[in-house]
């Protein structure tokens, strides 16, 4: 296979991750990029055609109640408890002067 990791490649990515490598470090940082791109090529070997696309590993499934109204808005027995009422609406002592 072909070096597909340059030492440019290695610069840019230590730039992207605000990295000082050693030259040392820069080598096994490429050596190590290019076994996992070479480990990933392996996917490219299998036969995938009789595999449906999926966006998940898992089966997904909406775990949300259905959005429907049961007993209507009950504004009247919420109304019961407030300290006052006027117009349909709670009345409450004022706070601000």
Same mark, same amino acid.
């Given at each position: 296979?072909?070096?597909?990791?340059?030492?440019?490649?290695?610069? &840019?990515?230590?730039? #992207?991750?605000? *990295?000082?490598? $050693? !030259?040392? =470090?820069?080598?096994?940082?490429?050596?190590?990029?290019?076994?996992?791109?070479? &480990?990933?090529?392996? #996917?490219?070997? *299998?036969?995938? $055609? !009789?595999? =449906?696309?999926?966006?998940?590993?898992?089966?997904?499934?909406?775990?949300?109640?259905?959005?429907?109204?049961?007993?209507?808005?009950?504004?009247?027995?919420?109304?019961?408890?407030?300290?006052?009422?006027?117009?349909?609406?709670?009345?409450?002592?004022?706070?601000?002067?």
């Amino acid at each position: 296979m072909v070096d597909r990791i340059t030492d440019e490649t290695i610069e &840019y990515v230590g730039v #992207l991750a605000k *990295l000082e490598l $050693s !030259d040392d =470090e820069k080598r096994q940082a490429k050596q190590d990029m290019s076994k996992m791109l070479n &480990y990933i090529d392996k #996917l490219n070997e *299998l036969d995938t $055609s !009789d595999i =449906e696309p999926m966006s998940h590993v898992f089966a997904l499934q909406n775990v949300f109640r259905a959005d429907v109204v049961t007993n209507g808005d009950g504004h009247r027995q919420t109304l019961e408890n407030a300290p006052g009422e006027k117009n349909n609406m709670f009345m409450v002592p004022k706070t601000f002067a």
